[in-house]
């Protein structure tokens, strides 16, 4: 455990043992919750620690009671000892640490930040980290984040991913694997590179939020329709290997590069705007971000809403479905929730009746789907569109959610009419608080 800063979030990258437990509760806990996700078609995915152990702080012990001690690289509860990390030979760097970026070897077989580097050529240690991932796969996890995959030489990590069991039968059926992406930032300009990372499974595709902060912030010139052709051709990974997302926990508090350009909750309304285009573009595997706030704001290490021990509180939900207790759960806002359900819908289709005139933009995916986004700061975007639906009433699931069903289903929010020819009129102003419209077959009247 680390108590200064008091538990800090970062606390969690930083294993002792493998042992399931964690502030956020105990392995039945754990496995509880696995189980009744899984009910109910919600998978879960483990970000697995397994390039390393502890910073190098001397004489410490776990939050399961494990002991360490760093002088003797030893951590018994796995048990690992100081045959199982990279020697500083090994390194070749005075500290030991990671000091050039631009040497391969050094980024993996030296410490990032001191944490104390482990081995994976070494048979025992590829054993242990699969022994803990199988343990994971069988209490019903569907696959894993493999945190800082960069520092970890690539054949090494495929033949660890290539020695787990397949997941359990009863719950994902026949023959099926572990869903895997890895952690690789590379924005080009550093020897090792995301395109090494993807025979092993998806790759973090760092640039996306990146630049998607910087065409919805509209700077160095950028603007919305410059979408058009958003993805590989803007430098990033083929669209079959992208992880996408809009921010994620390291870079919404500058930790780990990307700088201001990123978008995050801090600012909900371009962040809202981000995240429909995001889950609207047939590009990548897209994740959604779920936090929590802190203060004050520039304290990166503030950990998770928790007793003064440091346990993770329990998330309250208000009546509106919205997070209490200082989660911001961006996961569970109306525009981002629907326009998940809106990606998972047009799943398959094309970009469609694209139009883009300086930072608006609208398009369909197909027949199924219509987006429409105005971030211009002064210009009302209004006109007829098309929208490639079939004739009918539809309920914008940006301004509001369709309830009910049948003949008695209502829309709460505004309601759109597309006539026989495909076509509707919009009218976004520019200071409106959600300045989009999306419309999708599922939510026609
Ligand atoms: C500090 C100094 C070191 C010094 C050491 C001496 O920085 O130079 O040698 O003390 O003891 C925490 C502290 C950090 C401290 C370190 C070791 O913030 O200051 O070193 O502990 O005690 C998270 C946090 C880190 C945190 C780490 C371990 O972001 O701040 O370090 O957890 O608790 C690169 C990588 C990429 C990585 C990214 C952040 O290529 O893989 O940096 N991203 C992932 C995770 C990230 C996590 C780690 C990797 C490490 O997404 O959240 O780092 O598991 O780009
Ligand atoms: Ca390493």
Same mark, same amino acid.
């Given at each position: 455990?680390?108590?200064?800063p ?15 437990i /964690? ?5 039945? &806990?754990?496995?509880?919750? =696995? !189980?009744?996700? +899984? ?5 879960? *995915? ?33 048990p690992?000892?100081i045959?199982?990390f ?7 760097t ?5 000091e ?15 944490l104390?580097?482990l ?10 980290i ?11 996890v ?6 800082? /995959? ?5 054949? &090494?990590?495929?033949?660890? =991913? !290539?020695?787990? +069991? ?5 719950? *994902?059926g026949?023959g ?18 995301k395109?090494?990372y993807t025979?092993?499974?998806r ?48 870079n ?21 705007m981000a ?12 994740? =959604? ?11 990166t ?18 009546d ?16 981002i ?17 694209w ?37 009918g009433?539809?309920c914008?699931?940006?301004s509001?959610?369709m ?22 009129h919009?009218n ?18």
């Open positions: 455990m680390v108590w200064s008091h538990r800090p979030w970062w606390e969690r990258y930083q294993p002792v043992s493998y042992k399931l /964690s502030r956020s509760g105990s392995e039945q &806990e754990f496995a509880d919750m =696995v !189980e009744r996700c +899984n009910k109910v078609g919600v998978r879960i *995915f483990v970000d697995a620690v397994i390039n390393h152990m502890t910073g190098d702080s001397g004489i410490g012990v776990g939050i399961a009671d494990s002991t360490f001690n760093t002088y003797e690289q030893s951590y018994p509860a796995v690992y000892s045959h199982d990279n020697s500083k030979e090994k390194c070749g005075q500290s030991g640490n990671i050039n970026y631009n040497n391969v070897n050094e980024v993996r077989n030296c410490r990032l930040v001191s104390l580097d081995d994976q050529s070494k048979s025992w240690v590829k054993d242990r699969r022994d803990y991932l199988n343990h994971l796969i069988r209490l019903g569907a696959g894993f984040r493999v945190d800082a /995959s960069k520092h970890m030489w690539p054949d &090494e990590l495929k033949a660890i =991913v !290539e020695s787990l +069991n397949d997941l359990p039968e009863t719950h *994902f026949a099926q694997r572990a869903f895997v992406f890895t952690e690789v930032i590379d924005m080009g300009g550093e020897p090792i590179t395109y090494e025979g092993i499974g790759v973090t595709e760092f640039l996306y939020g990146m630049k998607l902060g910087e065409v919805f912030r509209r700077w160095n010139n950028q603007k919305l329709e410059y979408l058009q052709f958003f993805g590989e051709s803007w430098g990033m990974l083929p669209s079959g290997y992208a992880w996408t997302f809009v921010d994620n926990h390291d919404q508090r500058k930790h780990g590069g990307g700088g201001d350009m990123v978008l995050t909750f801090w600012e909900p309304r371009v962040y809202k995240n429909a285009f995001m889950l609207a573009w047939p590009y990548g595997y897209t994740k =959604v971000m779920s936090s929590y706030y802190w203060y004050p704001r520039e304290d290490d503030v950990g998770p809403p928790a007793d003064s021990y440091g346990n993770t509180n329990t998330v309250p939900i208000n509106d479905g919205s997070c209490g207790g200082n989660w911001a759960c961006e996961h569970r806002w109306r525009q929730r629907n326009m998940v359900a809106f990606r998972n819908l047009v799943h398959g289709t094309a970009v469609e009746n139009w883009g005139r300086g930072d608006q933009i609208a398009f369909s995916r197909g027949r199924k789907g219509f987006l429409a986004i105005n971030n211009d700061y002064s210009q009302t975007m209004s006109g007829e569109f098309y929208t490639g639906l079939p004739e009433f539809y914008d699931c940006i509001g959610d309830l009910g069903s049948g003949d008695n289903a209502y829309c709460t929010g505004q309601t759109l009419s597309v006539n026989s020819m495909g076509r509707t919009i976004i102003r520019s200071d409106s608080e959600n300045p989009m419209i999306a419309i999708h077959v599922d939510y026609k009247l």
